[in-house]
């Protein structure tokens, strides 16, 4: 019996009648960019995560260039990043000419709040946390630091949709939250998708002119050069769909974990426990070993597909060598990316194939 890593043709099938249904509606309607179910979905967002503003995007590597641009990120300008992320987190900060300084992770694959000031220098325009796995950074301590140098904080929320740090919910803490909705996100559309909150009125007029070729009232009086980057109303029908549901995906996640806790044997596997600072929402499960190869091989080779998030540190791919970092220059990122592995934790995982998949790590490791 094989196992998969993700299971999005499962969700499509128990959806099936209804998703043709809002399509159907949705396309009926004159707006198919922009328009009701849009706005309904910036709305339901900007409540569930409590933030006075949403805008929604077209994907979550937008959302973050929107974020970057509009703070201003420009050629010669450095934003601090963990090397350790989806290379889109990256890609950002260079396509705007800027250069990405990395700061290495803790154990728990969050960046080293400890290590941020020490890469501050007149040059640093923003601070870009990323929210990996779905479990939070320490957001208390990187406000504080951006506080203390005026530095703006852009959350990287691509995987966070709903998780939380000291009560506090992923995207609300820093000046911006950048969120995705690709198909293999807790919250997914059909498609490529996103979109990012804010509490700042400016920010949120000024990057709804952004999206939007930089049209403020009028099509024919463009003050800014912008981009095209808007949602598709039929994504925002699915999201607004799948919104319904996201708070069980979740629960059921976390259910899902709480299962590979009680049958996987710790001793021989290293996973970071949740801390009751956080509430995370597990868009991916990541153990660590040392003996990651032999495992994923073996776990495949009885049908149980794994991942893993990700293999090649940003800083050591071969579009990072104008940067001109080493190998060693991230110590444990380069350690983990040897160790870490992504198990299953989709919601339309049984009980049973969790217990299949901790039994046959186990007696990997006997
Ligand atoms: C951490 C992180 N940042 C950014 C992105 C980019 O989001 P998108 O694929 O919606 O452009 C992703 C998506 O996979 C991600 O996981």
Redesign the pocket.
Known sequence: MRIPYVNLKQQYLIERKKIIKIIDKTLQKDSWVGGDEVRKFEKKISEICKTNYCISLN??????TLALHLLGVRKGDEVITPPN??I??TAVIVHLGAKPVFVDVKEDQSIDEDKIEEKITKKTKAIMP?H?TGRMCAMDKIIKISKKYKIPVIE?C??SILSSYKGKMSGSWGDVG?F???P??NLNAMG???YLVTNNYYIYKKIKTLRTHGMEESRNNVKVFGYVSRMDNIQAAVLNYRLLNLKKIIQKRRENVNLYLKYLDLKKIYFPLETTDEFNTY?TFVIQTAQRDGLKKYLKKIGIETAIHYPIPIHLQSASKFLNYKKGSFPKTELQAKRILTLPIHQYLKKKDIIKICKSINKFFK
């Not at 994907?59 to 973050?64: K, M, P, R, V």
């Open positions: 994907s979550g590597t937008d959302a973050l992320s989806f889109a987190s990323v990996l990287d691509a995987q950048c995705s909705a690709h293999l996100k490529d998708a996103g868009h």
